[in-house]
């Protein structure tokens, strides 16, 4: 599986240091999650990274070096995406989903109220663009391979999650048996990331507007006045 239709000619061919946070303009359309519980020893996510830095469109918020102790800023999590246009969650594929991190900023961050319910319509008309990698071949998630399922099986919750909130889900851009890849591969990977990024934003404009799904009032939570939202 690959980003639709992108434009020849970006080169984001780095080193594989680890990328230093970079400046960024809190106002830039394009929001990167990254959740790594072990940046330093990635291949993958790292050169990902560091094909971004300083990309004046790009914003990136590393969630494990944000939070190292789970604690997440609800606040400032969701102040920071008002202005995105394109949210990108990256991350490597942990048994069968997101790491941890990433998935208790999806249970807080999401709340009743800003991304669903009544009033919660702050994600509605954003773009969502999950970039993520396997260590299983593309075989492996196929009918006849130890996964049984197509990659995409995997992946409805994100999907789901992206409806729910009005959100768009973009095509995802996947990386398989990454612990394989060679350097030139992985370099490769990173071009398509950045040529997504360049034209995502405008590819998404000429997409019809999602829908946002109405959870009936029942099945949402309810507030700490015991009020659903
Ligand atoms: C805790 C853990 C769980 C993993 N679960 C899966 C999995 O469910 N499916 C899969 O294909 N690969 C799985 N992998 C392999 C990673 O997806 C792979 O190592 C990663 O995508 C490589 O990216 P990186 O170089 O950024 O770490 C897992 C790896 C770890 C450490």
Redesign the pocket.
């Known amino acids: 599986m690959s980003s639709p239709q992108h434009p020849p000619g970006a080169n984001p061919e780095r080193d594989s240091t680890p990328p230093k946070r970079p400046e960024s303009d809190p106002a830039a359309p394009v929001l990167i999650l990254a959740a790594?519980p072990d940046l330093a020893?990635?291949?993958?996510?790292?050169a990902l990274l560091s094909a971004v830095h300083g990309m004046p469109s790009v914003r990136v918020r590393d969630l494990y070096a944000l939070y190292p102790d789970y604690s997440i800023d609800t606040h400032a999590e969701q102040e920071a995406l008002r202005d995105a246009k394109l949210l990108v969650w990256l991350h490597?594929?942990?048994?069968?989903g997101m790491p941890a991190l990433m998935k208790l900023w999806v249970d807080e961050v999401l709340s009743v109220g800003f991304a669903y319910g009544n009033s919660g319509h702050a994600l509605h008309g954003k773009d969502l663009w999950l970039v993520?990698?396997?260590?299983?071949s593309a075989h492996?998630y196929s009918a006849g391979g130890y996964n049984h399922h197509p990659v995409e099986d995997f992946l409805l919750p994100y999907a789901q999650t992206a409806a729910l909130c009005g959100m768009r889900f973009v095509p995802p851009l996947l990386l398989h048996s990454?612990?394989k890849a060679s350097n030139e591969e992985i370099q490769a990977h990173a071009r398509r990331f950045v040529e997504g990024l360049q034209e995502l934003p405008e590819w998404c404009d000429r997409q019809p507007e999602p829908a946002q799904e109405e959870v009936p009032t029942e099945d949402r939570p309810a507030t700490q006045e015991g009020v659903p939202v």
């Open positions: 790594h020893h990635s291949r993958v996510t790292r490597p594929m942990h048994w069968y993520t990698s396997t260590g299983g492996a990454a612990q």
